[in-house]
């Protein structure tokens, strides 16, 4: 019997490399067979900074000091991640991708939204009525998808036949504006300064209270009730582990991930959770 086909949707650029490298090797390891797709069918490329960590200290303006890293070190890709992302760039299912239009739900067995959060490569993603149009025909097919961090929301955008959201009566996680407000607090406040809103994909107009425009408020709102959309209970085991952005879960330590699975739809808030979230995918497709 073929191996099952899971199809992995990302940006030409930006998409966050723990995400997407960790996710591929876990369900490459599960005999899964792991096919992408691009707006325009060439190889996506993941957010710099997110592998390097140069640019996200205060003086990474600086050509000289770029290379000198302390906030970067903390807030870049694990090395797990980094050294699973430089094996996926030599696969040669990542090399060749389709296109969104080319996208047929018959074709796959499963479906996996990655996120990213750097407006310059995301909002091209998020906003592509392809790709929005394919989610939501393959959420109405009831074969699994997985969707983390910001790929919640492309999915809370994509329409079902109803016209509403495909996440309408679903229960899921995202990214938390505590988390995306801590990280946007940090990099503005103490790194990124001249590049303030690197971790906020689409920022307030004016009016809109504070947070009206992150994930969790926008996926919050395509729900049939706000309180579909799952946080971490106070009464949750490791709670402070899972809900302070310092620990990530790994291979060996679910502990720290938040995971939220409805069905065949399984999600999670950051690459934080992505061993956990992986795994718990391939389990759907076994």
């Not at 930006?14 to 369900?27: C, G, K, N, R, T």
């Not at 592998?51 to 770029?66: E, I, M, N, Y």
């Not at 796959?108 to 392809?130: I, N, T």
């Not at 809109?208 to 395509?222: D, K």
Request: proline share 6%; charged share 25%.
């Amino acid at each position: 019997m073929p191996a099952k086909t899971v199809l992995l949707a990302l940006p030409n650029r930006d998409f966050d490399p723990s995400e997407v490298a960790i996710s591929w090797q876990l369900l490459r390891a599960a005999g899964l067979r792991v096919r992408f797709a691009t707006a325009d069918g060439q190889a996506a490329v993941g957010d710099p900074l997110m592998l390097s960590g140069a640019g996200l200290d205060p003086w990474g303006w600086l050509p000289g000091l770029r290379r000198l890293k302390l906030l970067g070190l903390l807030l870049r890709a694990r090395r797990a991640a980094r050294e699973a992302y430089a094996r996926m760039l030599m696969d040669a299912e990542f090399r060749q991708p389709l296109r969104y239009e080319q996208l047929t739900v018959a074709d796959f067995d499963g479906l996996l939204l990655p996120g990213g959060h750097w407006a310059r490569g995301m909002r091209a993603y998020l906003e592509s009525q392809a790709l929005q149009a394919f989610v939501g025909a393959f959420f109405a097919t009831n074969k699994p998808v997985a969707a983390i961090c910001h790929g919640v929301l492309l999915a809370a955008r994509s329409p079902g036949a109803d016209g509403r959201s495909a996440l309408y009566g679903r229960k899921t996680t995202a990214l938390t504006w505590a988390m995306e407000k801590s990280a946007w607090d940090l990099t503005r406040f103490y790194g990124r300064f001249w590049d303030p809103d690197y971790y906020r994909t689409y920022r307030e107009a004016p009016g809109q209270p504070s947070g009206y425009m992150s994930v969790q408020a926008e996926v919050s709102r395509a729900l049939a009730s706000p309180a579909d959309f799952l946080e971490v209970p106070r009464d949750a085991p490791d709670r402070l582990r899972k809900i302070s952005g310092l620990h990530r879960d790994s291979l060996s330590d679910s502990r720290p991930a938040w995971v939220v699975c409805d069905g065949n739809y399984v999600s999670a808030r950051w690459p934080g959770d992505v061993h956990t979230f992986a795994r718990r995918f391939a389990e759907l497709l076994d």
